[in-house]
């Protein structure tokens, strides 16, 4: 049966949150704040967060710095997946991934389809791996971030999850799921 084995050794992950956003500042952003908060009460660290503007240069190079530094293992962006002229964030990702991770969209739109009905259509969510970093790219509301930690996340990167949580996939911690 999949869920937390307690009697297993929480690892942290390394996680920075980066906002896409053209008007947030750290103090309104609610969406990039949410993702902080969830991921430090659940053991993890902050390793870094930024925000950044909608353009596609901006996007890539902060990723970009990210996924070479070896002191983050997850990158988690919120903002730019919806159909606004200005929402570039899957352009200016995707073609930085080796691998896509498919199932993330269809979990993350099963989540909040409970939660925004049909509504799930209007984001682009997607997550992958560049290089050995994942990232996850969430949409910029509050909600949707809510949905994607509580509903998603909080699980799959609790290294205590079984049958096997993703942690075992960043290259520290390998032998989590030996």
């Not at 929480?10 to 008007?23: G, K």
């Not at 930024?50 to 990210?66: F, L, N």
């Not at 990702?93 to 498919?102: A, T, Y």
Request: proline share 5%; with cysteine.
């Amino acid at each position: 049966m999949p869920g937390i084995d307690a009697s297993l050794t929480f690892h942290p992950l390394r996680i920075a949150v980066l906002t896409i956003s053209d008007t947030r500042i750290e103090e309104t952003d609610t969406s990039g704040g949410l993702l902080v908060e969830r991921l430090t009460a659940a053991g993890h660290e902050l390793a870094a967060r930024a925000i950044v503007s909608d353009e596609v240069t901006a996007i890539r190079t902060q990723v970009e710095t990210w996924a070479d530094s070896p002191d983050i293992d997850l990158i988690l962006s919120t903002g730019g997946t919806g159909f606004a002229p200005r929402d570039v964030t899957p352009e200016a990702v995707k073609p930085l991934f080796r691998r896509e991770m498919d199932g993330f969209a269809v979990v993350f739109h099963q989540a909040s389809l409970g939660t925004v009905g049909v509504s799930t259509l209007q984001s682009r969510a997607f997550a992958g791996q560049i290089d050995d970093t994942f990232i996850f790219c969430l949409p910029g509301s509050t909600g949707a971030c809510r949905d994607g930690w509580d509903l998603v996340l909080v699980l799959e990167l609790d290294s205590r999850y079984r049958p096997c949580s993703l942690a075992g996939q960043i290259p520290r911690l390998r032998h989590v799921c030996a």
